[in-house]
Each structure stands twice: as structure tokens, then as C-alpha cells.
């Protein structure tokens, strides 16, 4: 199959390039990239004022697969992935049996090669702890060796300083990061959303921001004397967002992501009980969001993620309290970046870009994508003014639990293109 | 005039005049509960249904009686737990028994807001009786009732909470009533049992009970969840009782008639020393009656609506 991309503006932060121009792509590789191609044989697609960019990864998801098949499946996750402008996404090993063995890693990568034909690139994260206990090691050479590109007992923290100093040390050796779900955990025994004054107002239990603030300090000081890589799931306090600027002023390995519920919503949101607006960490308040904004506008806040989490219908059609943790991303993230970020002069398209390619790369160690003559086509692209309105019944996800439906966006993705394989939305 | 609401699921967010419809209304039920036949005829072919996941002596028998008063057909449904470790959804369990032609709900949970979720799967009129740490408006309402009994009016005074305001419901649903019937509410208790960014609902947060008693006009004096909360939000009973237990010497000195009121079940001599439970100044016995008349005006006005 040959594509030629007509008019599309390439940005790539990487070389700094910035241009409207021409892309032919033949084979899953980039031929030329010039102004005015003309090449018969290829299927034009028109991409005046959309972007074309190195493909993006979304470097926290929950895939369900194995376990929960019936909230997501590897092949409905990563069409959700491609629906939503991702070309690559990490899944946590929250599944059951959870990823804390390489034969597990291995069934994963393997699904993941046949679902679409491999358009999505699937990165497993594997457990620290064996089964996610937070007792034991998990095997994270062995791991590794199968292809984890990083470890992580995310859905839980691992709680136990010892063991978090270990897992930094092991995990060094071999250059891997340790994602932590940071929470203090009998802090936020029976918490169901932020403590603070709305939670206060509607008699819900509350996690307070300090039980995610004071694992990070923790962290951030056993980071600093192991000297190892040390990466912040879904980062969503002030608090916090100071902490890694100053461990990263101080030239610690310290990395972070930002969900795009957590700068888009504040815990407000949960004033009419709706349980998706219940995850974990919780919406915050606006002095959070706005501490978030700033951490990623100074770069202190390296990627957006999207902690995607799909539950069934039914799991969420109960009492908040007893309701799941968890909303789906894949298929907002794009329009909420450019609605709430790039829109109101937080990102430029190219950060924007950075932060959801670029950097989340460089984090789990994956190779840059160039886009360049003779390069495999690895590519993103996307209307940035597109208007248009969430419906959650039009989500690939087989999930449906977004607090996004109905909210009008800006910012839609246009298609996928990798591994010789394309989506066109 | 009908109440705006086809529920009561909450005083937040209640106008001045529906709270006021509701208690004028409740004087005149309580006129029939002084009758020799206490039974009036306004519910009467309606079904009300009492689902209560959550333990609870008073306030059932209390909307059972206001119910049977107004002579409707009572369904008592009890379960103890979360709708989840039962098994069966709350959705289900609503669904079910709403299918047998119930008019009304009266449901207690131990989650906030499952009122709020059940009006939206069942069309039956719902009355929140309390739901987890969020509201229980009829309590709030029959403590309104009593205070403006005995004082004459509720503008203007002062009205103090005392006790575990974090994980109270009476105290919120107090709140929100009294400060939209502009009355000065402040609440008092230790700062592990005073919820974060409460001063933001308008009222005053005192850590000392003596600070407050002296402009106080009524204390509504919470009970202590002795098994859960001893040794985590205060270290032990006696300890509590000495710096915030009612006692009459401390309302002595204090130098005024406090009127007092405690939601009951009372530990005696934990947060209110047995002299003052029994004294010329305690309304507990007048909350009880008080809460049928209440609870009957409640059923009948949102009733009526249909």
C-alpha cells in the first residue's frame, strides 16, 4: 500500500522541523518528503491543517487482557489506541495473573502482534513485586529479557520503603524505570475522592493530596541515593508537582506524567455522584490543576498519560463509595490536550508532540522516531481545529466509563500509521 | 404550595420557604399525634417502602409510625451491608421492589449519595434517611422543628454541633438547614473529628467547648461511635469526656439556658453527662415525638405533589 500526504504540516520536535509539505509512504516506510509530489500510484490523503507527527504512545494503560476480558481486550484496547491517535501504549500488569512473569509478558506481545496486524505497538509493564503483593521481587531480569520496558505495581503503590530501594537498585542495572503509583495507603483507607472541601460538603470519605506527596518525598529521597530511574504515574497534586522540579533542578532521574482528567477536571465534578468521576488519584482541586498547567508548561511534567481504565457498565452503576476506580482515555486524551492545553497557550503543538511521543519514548528507552526519508512511518496525525462532541457509544474501547460524554472538544485525531499497517478515523 | 422536590434526598440546596412549608406543616401533625385516634387519612392506598441497608431502631420506627399514621401500607425491607457484598445491586434491589407498585422510598445506606443514585433508576418518590456521612435531612429538619418549639425561631440564633462533624450527617444536613433558616451554626469538637475546608459551608470550627457555650443557644450534642473511633480520632472515652463532654457544670458556667439536643442513641456520661440528658433544658424526648410529626409532614407534602 502507498500513501501520499497531501499538504499535512509535519512538525517533529526532535530535528525542530516545522513545515507544510508532501509524504509519500510506501511499504510502511517514508519515501520522499517534499513540496508538490506527484505519485500516481499512491492514495492521496488531503491534509491541509492537520499535523502529521512521530507516533504517539500513551504510556499508561490498562488492557484488561488477561483477566478482564470483559471490561478490554488487547484488540479492543489497541483499537481504542488507534482510534485515539496512539500508535504504541504500555499496559500495566494489573491483570490477572498479573505480569510478574515473562510468560505473561510474552502472551501479551504476542496477542498484540496479531490484533490489527500489529498496527499498535503494545509495551508491557511487568510488576515490581511478585504479584503485586508488594513483598517479594518480581523476576525483573527475566522480565526484562521478554521485552517489559519498565516495572510497576500501578493500581497499588509499593508501600514498603526496603522494597522500593531494592526494585531501584535491580532495576538500575538494566537502565529500566519503576513507574510508582504513589499512595500512602492507610491515609486513604475508604477514600473515595479528594479530601478537601467538596468532599467535605458531600459527607464522601476523602484521600488527602498529602498521601500522594509524602510517597513521593519518600521516593524522591531513596531515588536520590540509589541513583536510579524513579517515574511518577498519574502525578496530580501541587504538592507533588513542586517536589519533582526541585529533584529534577537537583539532576535526580526523577520523571513524571499528568492523566487528562487530572488537568481538566476538578473534584467539583463529583458533586452529582457520578462514578465516573471516581479514580484513583482523584480529581483534585484548581489550585492542583493550575500547579499541574505550570508543571507542564515549564517542563517540570515530562508526559501525558492517560491511566486508562475501562470498567463494565454495571461495575460503575452502583453507590459512589462502592463504585471502581477508573476512567477510559485512549479516546479523549487527544482533544482534551489540544482543548485544555495547546488551545490556551499552556503547549505548543510541538510540546504537545514531546509530551506525548517524544518523551514517554525516551522514558521506557524505545527508539526516537525520525521522520525521515528511508525511515519506518511511525505517525500521528491530527485535525488540531476540529469541533466535535464526545459520545462515549462511539468509543472502540469496549468501555464506556468516560465523565467526557457530551463535552464538546477541540482537537481530533485523523489517523495511524505503523508497521506497515494504517487506521483512518 | 408543593415542595419544589419530588424527593427529599438533602437540605443542601432547599429554599428558605420549602424548610418552612415543611415544619408548618408538621405542627399541625403533631396537633393529631395529641389526639386520642392518632390516625389521619392522607396516605391512605399508598405503599411506602422502607429500605434500610443499614442498621437503625429509631428512625425506622419512627417513619414506620409516621407512615401508619397516615395510614399507609408499610413494606419494611432490611439488609445489612453494602449492596455489593450482598450480591445484588442497589439498582436490582430498587428495581425489584418498585416493581411491586411502591409509591414512596424511605432508604438508609451507608453510602453518601445512594439516594441520588437510586432517583435516577426508579420513578417512586424517595426520602433520604440518612446516607453514609452525607445527609439525613429529616433529622435535621425535626432538630429545627424542636429548637424553633422551644425558642420561638431559628434567625438568629446560635446553634452549636459538638462532636464527630467529619463523619456525621446530622451535623451536615444541620448545616445546611439552619444556615439557609439564618441561624449562626459553629460546631466544635477535636481537629481529627472537623472535616477539611468546613469553615467554606459558613460556619465557625471551635476546639474547646468552653470558647463556644457562652453565646451558644442550643447544642446539639453527637454521639460518639465509642467501638470504631476510640484510640484513632481521640485517644480514649474519659479523655473525650473531659474536654468535650456536656456537663452540667460546664453549662453553669457558661451562665445561660442552653437548650440541648442529641440525635440519640446517648452514651450517658460519654459526650453528655446523664444530669444534663435528664435536665429541664434537654429536648431529646421532644426530638423523638417531634420526628413523627416531621416525618409525617414530609410523606404527606411530597405525596401530594403527585
Same mark, same amino acid.
Given at each position: 500500500?502507498?500513501?501520499?500526504?497531501?499538504?499535512?504540516?509535519?512538525?517533529?520536535?526532535?530535528?525542530?522541523?516545522?513545515?507544510?509539505?508532501?509524504?509519500?509512504?510506501?511499504?510502511?516506510?517514508?519515501?520522499? !518528503?517534499? /513540496?508538490?509530489?506527484?505519485?500516481?500510484?499512491?492514495?492521496?490523503?488531503?491534509?491541509?491543517?492537520?499535523?502529521?507527527?512521530?507516533?504517539?504512545?500513551?504510556?499508561?494503560?490498562?488492557?484488561?487482557?488477561?483477566?478482564?476480558?470483559?471490561?478490554?481486550?488487547?484488540?479492543?484496547?489497541?483499537?481504542?489506541?488507534?482510534a485515539g491517535g496512539?500508535?504504541?501504549?504500555?499496559?500495566?500488569?494489573?491483570?490477572?495473573?498479573?505480569?510478574?512473569?515473562?510468560?505473561?509478558?510474552?502472551?501479551?506481545?504476542?496477542?498484540?502482534?496479531?490484533?490489527?496486524?500489529?498496527?499498535?505497538?503494545?509495551?508491557?509493564?511487568?510488576?515490581?513485586?511478585?504479584?503485586?503483593? +508488594?513483598?517479594?521481587?518480581?523476576?525483573?531480569?527475566?522480565?526484562?529479557?521478554?521485552?517489559?520496558?519498565?516495572?510497576?505495581? $500501578?493500581?497499588?503503590?509499593?508501600?514498603?520503603?526496603?522494597?522500593?530501594?531494592?526494585?531501584?537498585?535491580?532495576?538500575?542495572?538494566?537502565?529500566?524505570?519503576?513507574?510508582?503509583?504513589?499512595?500512602?495507603?492507610?491515609?486513604?483507607?475508604?477514600?473515595?475522592?479528594?479530601? +478537601?472541601?467538596?468532599?467535605?460538603?458531600?459527607?464522601?470519605?476523602?484521600?488527602?493530596?498529602?498521601?500522594?506527596?509524602?510517597?513521593?518525598?519518600?521516593? %524522591?529521597?531513596?531515588?536520590?541515593?540509589?541513583?536510579?530511574?524513579?517515574?511518577?504515574?498519574?502525578?496530580?497534586?501541587?504538592?507533588?508537582?513542586?517536589?519533582?522540579?526541585?529533584?529534577?533542578?537537583?539532576?535526580?532521574?526523577?520523571?513524571?506524567?499528568?492523566?487528562p482528567?487530572?488537568?481538566s477536571?476538578?473534584?467539583?465534578?463529583?458533586?452529582?455522584?457520578?462514578?465516573?468521576?471516581?479514580?484513583?488519584?482523584?480529581?483534585?482541586?484548581?489550585?492542583?490543576? $493550575?500547579?499541574?498547567?505550570?508543571?507542564?508548561?515549564?517542563?517540570?511534567?515530562?508526559?501525558?498519560?492517560?491511566?486508562?481504565?475501562?470498567?463494565?457498565?454495571?461495575?460503575?452503576?452502583?453507590?459512589?463509595?462502592?463504585?471502581?476506580?477508573?476512567?477510559?482515555g485512549l479516546e479523549t486524551a487527544l482533544g482534551l490536550v489540544v482543548t485544555e492545553l495547546v488551545n490556551?497557550?499552556?503547549?505548543?503543538?510541538?510540546?504537545m508532540?514531546? /509530551?506525548?511521543?517524544?518523551?514517554?519514548?525516551?522514558?521506557?528507552?524505545?527508539?526516537?522516531?525520525?521522520?525521515?526519508?528511508?525511515?519506518?512511518?511511525?505517525?500521528?496525525?491530527f485535525d488540531p481545529a476540529a469541533e466535535w462532541i464526545v459520545?462515549?457509544?462511539?468509543?472502540?474501547?469496549?468501555?464506556?466509563?468516560s465523565?467526557f460524554?457530551?463535552r464538546k472538544l477541540t482537537g481530533k485525531p485523523?489517523?495511524?500509521?505503523?508497521?506497515?499497517?494504517?487506521?483512518?478515523i | 404550595?408543593?415542595?419544589?422536590?419530588?424527593?427529599?434526598?438533602?437540605?443542601?440546596?432547599?429554599?428558605?420557604?420549602?424548610?418552612?412549608?415543611?415544619?408548618?406543616?408538621?405542627?399541625?401533625?403533631?396537633?393529631?399525634?395529641?389526639?386520642?385516634?392518632?390516625?389521619?387519612?392522607?396516605?391512605?392506598?399508598?405503599?411506602?417502602?422502607?429500605?434500610?441497608?443499614?442498621?437503625?431502631?429509631?428512625?425506622?420506627?419512627?417513619?414506620?409510625?409516621?407512615?401508619?399514621?397516615?395510614?399507609?401500607?408499610?413494606?419494611?425491607?432490611?439488609?445489612?451491608?453494602?449492596?455489593?457484598? /450482598?450480591?445484588?445491586?442497589?439498582?436490582?434491589?430498587?428495581?425489584?421492589?418498585?416493581?411491586?407498585?411502591? $409509591?414512596?422510598?424511605?432508604?438508609?445506606?451507608?453510602?453518601?449519595?445512594?439516594?441520588?443514585?437510586?432517583?435516577?433508576?426508579?420513578?417512586?418518590?424517595?426520602?433520604?434517611?440518612?446516607?453514609?456521612?452525607?445527609?439525613?435531612?429529616?433529622?435535621?429538619?425535626? $432538630?429545627?422543628?424542636?429548637?424553633?418549639?422551644?425558642?420561638?425561631?431559628?434567625?438568629?440564633?446560635?446553634?452549636?454541633?459538638?462532636?464527630?462533624?467529619?463523619?456525621?450527617?446530622?451535623?451536615?444536613?444541620?448545616?445546611?438547614?439552619?444556615?439557609?433558616?439564618?441561624?449562626?451554626?459553629?460546631?466544635?469538637?477535636?481537629?481529627?473529628?472537623?472535616?477539611?475546608?468546613?469553615?467554606?459551608?459558613?460556619?465557625?470550627?471551635?476546639?474547646? %467547648?468552653?470558647?463556644?457555650?457562652?453565646?451558644?443557644?442550643?447544642?446539639?450534642?453527637?454521639?460518639?461511635?465509642?467501638?470504631?473511633?476510640?484510640?484513632?480520632?481521640?485517644?480514649?472515652?474519659?479523655?473525650?469526656?473531659?474536654?468535650?463532654?456536656?456537663?452540667?457544670?460546664?453549662?453553669?458556667?457558661?451562665?445561660?439556658?442552653?437548650? !440541648?439536643?442529641?440525635?440519640?442513641? %446517648?452514651?450517658?456520661?460519654?459526650?453528655?453527662?446523664?444530669?444534663?440528658?435528664?435536665?429541664?433544658?434537654?429536648?431529646?424526648?421532644?426530638?423523638?415525638?417531634?420526628?413523627?410529626?416531621?416525618?409525617?409532614?414530609?410523606?404527606?407534602?411530597?405525596?401530594?405533589?403527585?
Open positions: 500500500m502507498q500513501y501520499l500526504l497531501k499538504n499535512g504540516r509535519l512538525i517533529d520536535p526532535l530535528t525542530g522541523r516545522d513545515e507544510e509539505t508532501d509524504i509519500h509512504i510506501v511499504d510502511g516506510k517514508i519515501g520522499r !518528503i517534499a /513540496k508538490n509530489l506527484n505519485v500516481p500510484s499512491a492514495q492521496v490523503i488531503e491534509l491541509k491543517g492537520k499535523i502529521v507527527a512521530p507516533g504517539f504512545i500513551d504510556l499508561h494503560v490498562h488492557l484488561r487482557e488477561p483477566g478482564f476480558e470483559y471490561k478490554e481486550t488487547i484488540l479492543t484496547g489497541c483499537t481504542a489506541a488507534a496512539f500508535t504504541a501504549v504500555c499496559c500495566m500488569p494489573n491483570t490477572n495473573p498479573p505480569i510478574d512473569d515473562e510468560s505473561v509478558v510474552r502472551l501479551i506481545k504476542e496477542r498484540a502482534r496479531i490484533a490489527m496486524n500489529g498496527l499498535v505497538d503494545v509495551y508491557p509493564v511487568a510488576a515490581v513485586t511478585k504479584g503485586r503483593k +508488594g513483598e517479594h521481587l518480581a523476576p525483573l531480569s527475566e522480565l526484562a529479557a521478554a521485552g517489559a520496558v519498565a516495572f510497576s505495581d $500501578d493500581g497499588d503503590p509499593v508501600h514498603d520503603a526496603e522494597i522500593m530501594r531494592r526494585a531501584l537498585e535491580y532495576a538500575s542495572m538494566f537502565n529500566r524505570p519503576v513507574i510508582q503509583h504513589a499512595q500512602d495507603i492507610p491515609m486513604t483507607k475508604g477514600g473515595a475522592m479528594n479530601e +478537601g472541601f467538596t468532599a467535605t460538603r458531600l459527607g464522601i470519605p476523602g484521600m488527602p493530596p498529602v498521601a500522594e506527596d509524602a510517597v513521593l518525598a519518600r521516593d %524522591i529521597q531513596i531515588t536520590k541515593y540509589t541513583g536510579a530511574r524513579y517515574h511518577l504515574a498519574h502525578m496530580s497534586t501541587a504538592g507533588a508537582t513542586a517536589m519533582v522540579r526541585a529533584a529534577k533542578a537537583e539532576g535526580l532521574h526523577v520523571t513524571c506524567e499528568v492523566t482528567h487530572h488537568f477536571l476538578t473534584d467539583e465534578a463529583v458533586s452529582d455522584f457520578d462514578t465516573n468521576t471516581k479514580m484513583n488519584p482523584p480529581l483534585r482541586t484548581r489550585e492542583d490543576v $493550575d500547579a499541574l498547567k505550570k508543571g507542564l508548561k515549564d517542563g517540570t511534567i515530562d508526559v501525558i498519560a492517560t491511566d486508562h481504565a475501562p470498567h463494565s457498565f454495571d461495575e460503575k452503576q452502583v453507590e459512589y463509595q462502592s463504585a471502581p476506580f477508573g476512567i477510559v490556551s497557550g499552556v503547549l505548543t503543538l510541538s510540546q508532540i514531546e /509530551k506525548m511521543s517524544t518523551n514517554p519514548r525516551r522514558i521506557v528507552n524505545l527508539p526516537e522516531i525520525r521522520i525521515a526519508e528511508g525511515e519506518q512511518a511511525n505517525l500521528t496525525i459520545d462515549v457509544q462511539a468509543f472502540k474501547s469496549k468501555s464506556k466509563n465523565p460524554g457530551g485523523v489517523g495511524v500509521i505503523n508497521n506497515g499497517e494504517a487506521y483512518w | 404550595m408543593p415542595l419544589k422536590s419530588k424527593h427529599l434526598l438533602g437540605l443542601d440546596g432547599m429554599s428558605r420557604e420549602d424548610i418552612t412549608l415543611i415544619l408548618d406543616t408538621a405542627v399541625s401533625f403533631r396537633e393529631v399525634l395529641e389526639r386520642p385516634i392518632k390516625k389521619v387519612p392522607p396516605l391512605q392506598g399508598k405503599t411506602v417502602a422502607n429500605m434500610f441497608f443499614e442498621n437503625s431502631t429509631r428512625t425506622r420506627l419512627s417513619f414506620e409510625l409516621a407512615e401508619r399514621r397516615l395510614s399507609a401500607d408499610v413494606l419494611a425491607f432490611q439488609a445489612t451491608g453494602s449492596s455489593v457484598s /450482598k450480591g445484588e445491586t442497589l439498582k436490582d434491589t430498587a428495581r425489584n421492589i418498585e416493581a411491586m407498585k411502591v $409509591d414512596m422510598v424511605v432508604m438508609r445506606h451507608s453510602a453518601a449519595g445512594a439516594p441520588h443514585y437510586l432517583v435516577r433508576v426508579i420513578d417512586a418518590n424517595v426520602i433520604n434517611a440518612g446516607d453514609g456521612g452525607h445527609e439525613h435531612p429529616t433529622q435535621a429538619l425535626l $432538630d429545627m422543628y424542636t429548637i424553633r418549639e422551644k425558642l420561638g425561631r431559628l434567625e438568629g440564633l446560635h446553634v452549636c454541633i459538638v462532636g464527630d462533624i467529619a463523619h456525621s450527617r446530622v451535623a451536615r444536613s444541620n448545616i445546611y438547614g439552619l444556615r439557609t433558616m439564618g441561624a449562626r451554626v459553629s460546631v466544635c469538637g477535636p481537629a481529627t473529628m472537623i472535616p477539611r475546608d468546613i469553615e467554606r459551608l459558613g460556619v465557625d470550627v471551635y476546639h474547646h %467547648i468552653d470558647d463556644v457555650l457562652p453565646t451558644v443557644d442550643a447544642l446539639n450534642v453527637l454521639r460518639i461511635q465509642m467501638e470504631r473511633d476510640a484510640g484513632r480520632l481521640f485517644p480514649t472515652l474519659r479523655e473525650y469526656h473531659n474536654f468535650y463532654g456536656v456537663t452540667r457544670q460546664r453549662l453553669e458556667k457558661a451562665g445561660r439556658a442552653i437548650t !440541648i439536643l442529641h440525635p440519640g442513641p %446517648i452514651n450517658r456520661d460519654v459526650e453528655i453527662s446523664a444530669d444534663v440528658a435528664d435536665s429541664e433544658h434537654s429536648v431529646i424526648l421532644q426530638q423523638v415525638l417531634n420526628g413523627v410529626a416531621v416525618r409525617m409532614a414530609v410523606l404527606y407534602l411530597l405525596s401530594s405533589r403527585n
